[in-house]
Protein backbone atom coordinates (compact mmCIF):
# COMPACT_ATOMS: atom_id res chain seq x y z
CA UNK A 1 0.00 0.00 0.00
CA UNK A 2 1.38 3.32 -0.80
CA UNK A 3 1.64 6.22 1.64
CA UNK A 4 0.73 9.60 0.07
CA UNK A 5 0.82 12.87 1.12
CA UNK A 6 -1.13 15.98 -0.04
CA UNK A 7 0.07 19.26 0.83
CA UNK A 8 -2.43 22.13 -0.37
CA UNK A 9 -3.79 25.62 1.41
CA UNK A 10 -6.68 25.27 -1.26
CA UNK A 11 -9.11 22.27 -0.24
CA UNK A 12 -10.00 21.57 -4.06
CA UNK A 13 -6.27 21.24 -5.05
CA UNK A 14 -5.87 19.01 -2.11
CA UNK A 15 -9.27 16.79 -3.16
CA UNK A 16 -8.03 17.27 -6.62
CA UNK A 17 -4.52 15.96 -6.46
CA UNK A 18 -5.68 13.21 -4.00
CA UNK A 19 -8.45 12.33 -6.80
CA UNK A 20 -5.39 12.27 -9.15
CA UNK A 21 -3.29 9.71 -6.76
CA UNK A 22 -6.55 7.63 -6.91
CA UNK A 23 -6.54 7.27 -10.39
CA UNK A 24 -3.02 6.48 -10.90
CA UNK A 25 -2.68 4.02 -7.74
CA UNK A 26 -6.69 2.76 -7.39
CA UNK A 27 -7.71 2.02 -4.00
CA UNK A 28 -4.76 0.56 -2.59
CA UNK A 29 -3.41 3.65 -1.40
CA UNK A 30 -3.34 5.74 1.87
CA UNK A 31 -3.53 9.48 1.73
CA UNK A 32 -2.97 12.13 3.80
CA UNK A 33 -3.83 15.78 3.76
CA UNK A 34 -2.47 19.04 5.38
CA UNK A 35 -3.15 22.63 4.33
CA UNK A 36 -0.22 24.07 5.36
CA UNK A 37 3.50 23.05 5.21
CA UNK A 38 3.58 23.11 9.75
CA UNK A 39 0.37 20.30 9.33
CA UNK A 40 2.58 18.79 6.99
CA UNK A 41 5.60 18.59 8.55
CA UNK A 42 3.98 17.61 12.23
CA UNK A 43 3.27 14.43 9.98
CA UNK A 44 6.54 13.96 8.85
CA UNK A 45 7.48 13.52 12.44
CA UNK A 46 4.99 11.08 13.20
CA UNK A 47 4.41 9.18 9.91
CA UNK A 48 6.10 6.03 8.71
CA UNK A 49 8.06 6.68 5.77
CA UNK A 50 5.89 8.05 2.83
CA UNK A 51 5.76 6.76 -0.50
CA UNK A 52 4.90 10.31 -2.43
CA UNK A 53 4.83 13.67 -1.42
CA UNK A 54 3.02 16.68 -3.14
CA UNK A 55 2.81 20.11 -2.00
CA UNK A 56 2.36 23.39 -3.40
CA UNK A 57 4.65 25.93 -2.88
CA UNK A 58 2.87 29.18 -1.92
CA UNK A 59 0.78 28.98 1.26
CA UNK A 60 1.52 30.24 4.69
CA UNK A 61 3.84 33.00 4.74
CA UNK A 62 6.02 31.81 7.73
CA UNK A 63 9.33 30.92 6.34
CA UNK A 64 9.61 33.97 4.18
CA UNK A 65 11.98 34.59 2.44
CA UNK A 66 11.61 31.11 1.12
CA UNK A 67 7.70 29.86 -0.12
CA UNK A 68 6.15 27.44 2.40
CA UNK A 69 6.61 24.02 0.02
CA UNK A 70 10.34 25.18 -0.39
CA UNK A 71 10.85 24.85 3.42
CA UNK A 72 9.03 22.17 3.44
CA UNK A 73 11.04 19.98 0.85
CA UNK A 74 13.89 21.02 2.23
CA UNK A 75 12.91 19.87 5.96
CA UNK A 76 11.84 16.58 3.86
CA UNK A 77 15.24 16.21 2.79
CA UNK A 78 16.64 16.15 6.23
CA UNK A 79 15.11 12.81 7.12
CA UNK A 80 16.72 10.12 6.56
CA UNK A 81 13.63 8.01 6.34
CA UNK A 82 12.03 10.35 3.89
CA UNK A 83 15.31 9.28 1.21
CA UNK A 84 13.42 7.31 -0.77
CA UNK A 85 9.91 9.25 -0.55
CA UNK A 86 9.22 10.79 -4.22
CA UNK A 87 8.18 14.57 -3.87
CA UNK A 88 6.47 16.21 -6.55
CA UNK A 89 6.11 20.32 -6.18
CA UNK A 90 2.37 21.30 -7.51
CA UNK A 91 2.38 25.20 -8.04
CA UNK A 92 1.41 28.23 -10.32
CA UNK A 93 4.46 29.87 -9.19
CA UNK A 94 6.01 31.41 -12.11
CA UNK A 95 9.32 30.17 -10.91
CA UNK A 96 8.25 26.58 -10.02
CA UNK A 97 10.79 24.99 -12.49
CA UNK A 98 13.69 26.80 -11.23
CA UNK A 99 12.90 26.40 -7.37
CA UNK A 100 12.15 22.42 -7.90
CA UNK A 101 15.22 21.95 -9.49
CA UNK A 102 18.13 23.76 -6.85
CA UNK A 103 16.09 21.48 -4.31
CA UNK A 104 16.56 18.55 -6.30
CA UNK A 105 12.60 16.99 -6.82
CA UNK A 106 9.79 17.14 -9.81
CA UNK A 107 7.34 19.88 -10.54
CA UNK A 108 4.07 20.17 -12.44
CA UNK A 109 3.06 23.87 -13.12
CA UNK A 110 -0.32 24.08 -11.46
CA UNK A 111 -2.29 24.52 -15.69
CA UNK A 112 -0.85 21.68 -16.47
CA UNK A 113 -1.99 19.86 -13.60
CA UNK A 114 -5.53 20.38 -14.87
CA UNK A 115 -5.13 19.40 -18.25
CA UNK A 116 -2.41 16.26 -18.24
CA UNK A 117 -2.58 13.38 -16.23
CA UNK A 118 0.70 12.61 -18.30
CA UNK A 119 2.41 14.95 -16.23
CA UNK A 120 1.46 13.09 -12.84
CA UNK A 121 2.74 9.87 -14.47
CA UNK A 122 6.19 11.45 -15.83
CA UNK A 123 6.96 13.30 -12.81
CA UNK A 124 5.58 10.29 -10.48
CA UNK A 125 7.57 7.48 -12.85
CA UNK A 126 4.31 5.90 -13.04
CA UNK A 127 4.36 3.76 -16.51
Known amino acids: MK ?8 KGWRDYNSNIMYELFG ?3 EIKTAECASEAY ?9 DIIITDLQMENNYEPK ?3 EWLVEQIKTFSRYINTKVV ?22 STALKCLSAYKEALGVV
Open 89 to 110: IVSASYNVRHIAGALGVECIPK
Open 42 to 50: NILLQEEPL
Open 3 to 10: KILVVDDV
Open 67 to 69: FAG
Open 27 to 29: SDI
